[in-house]
T-cell receptor, first 112, second 112 residues
Framework: DTGVSQNPRHKITKRGQNVTFRCDPISEHNRLYWYRQTLGQGPEFLTYFQNEAQLEKSRLLSDRFSAERPKGSFSTLEIQRTEQGDSAMYLC??????????FGSGTRLTVV | RKEVEQDPGPFNVPEGATVAFNCTYSNSASQSFFWYRQDCRKEPKLLMSVYSSGNEDGRFTAQLNRASQYISLLIRDSKLSDSATYLCVVVGNTGTASKLTFGTGTRLQVTL
């Protein structure tokens, strides 16, 4: 297992388009988190799954954002009708319990 | 008030210097505390956990003061390779969530 994998690494999209990112966590980790990071800020929590259940969503996650983890393994984060303010690094992390969080390399989104 | 507050820096120090970073958190019910390191355009990586008794890992010492809701990181004998952003991270248990809450990070630049 090579850690948390995120795809794509970079995505440039036109405003108004939909984008989808994928995260493959460490295989034995049952918890999966999505964070967003903008320049000069720390990562901000978006949402959290335990197995396939989405247990918490941040107020940052507007109606245009949806995340799934259908079989409790990989997860997808979709942004509909992208806006320039969505430009950020989207980070995925996984953990087994409350410790040992491991982050993926992130997907850098640029909305033009 | 932000949940986790850090001085963003930058801290510019010469090689060999000792540098200290501080962080305060607002939620007295927070359970776990960490320092993460983030290199430019990379994902955050766990540097060390923080305990009330204090813990040391080589040149790095972390300390937690629960009464003052204050966390510190001390780096001795700074190396050029220590140049990075140091993120203070707090974990609180709110229901079933155990999400990481990050500070904005403190940027360290070690120079010759």
């Amino acid at each position: 297992d090579t850690g948390v994998s995120q795809n794509p690494r970079h995505k440039i999209t036109k405003r108004g388009q939909n984008v989808t990112f994928r995260c493959d966590p460490i295989s034995e980790h049952n918890r999966l988190y999505w964070y967003r990071q903008t320049l000069g800020q720390g990562p901000e929590f978006l949402t959290y799954f335990q197995n396939e259940a989405q247990l918490e969503k941040s107020r940052l996650l507007s109606d245009r954002f949806s995340a799934e983890r259908p079989k409790g393994s990989f997860s997808t984060l979709e942004i509909q009708r992208t806006e320039q303010g969505d430009s950020a690094m989207y980070l995925c992390a996984s953990s087994l319990v409350n410790y040992g969080y491991t982050f993926g390399s992130g997907t850098r989104l640029t909305v033009v | 008030r932000k949940e986790v507050e850090q001085d963003p820096g930058p801290f510019n120090v010469p090689e060999g210097a000792t540098v200290a970073f501080n962080c305060t958190y607002s939620n007295s019910a927070s359970q776990s505390f960490f320092w993460y390191r983030q290199d430019c355009r990379k994902e955050p990586k766990l540097l060390m956990s923080v305990y009330s008794s204090g813990n040391e890992d080589g040149r790095f010492t972390a300390q937690l003061n629960r009464a003052s809701q204050y966390i510190s990181l001390l780096i001795r004998d700074s190396k050029l390779s220590d140049s990075a952003t140091y993120l203070c991270v707090v974990v609180g248990n709110t229901g079933t969530a155990s999400k990481l809450t990050f500070g904005t990070g403190t940027r360290l630049q070690v120079t010759l």
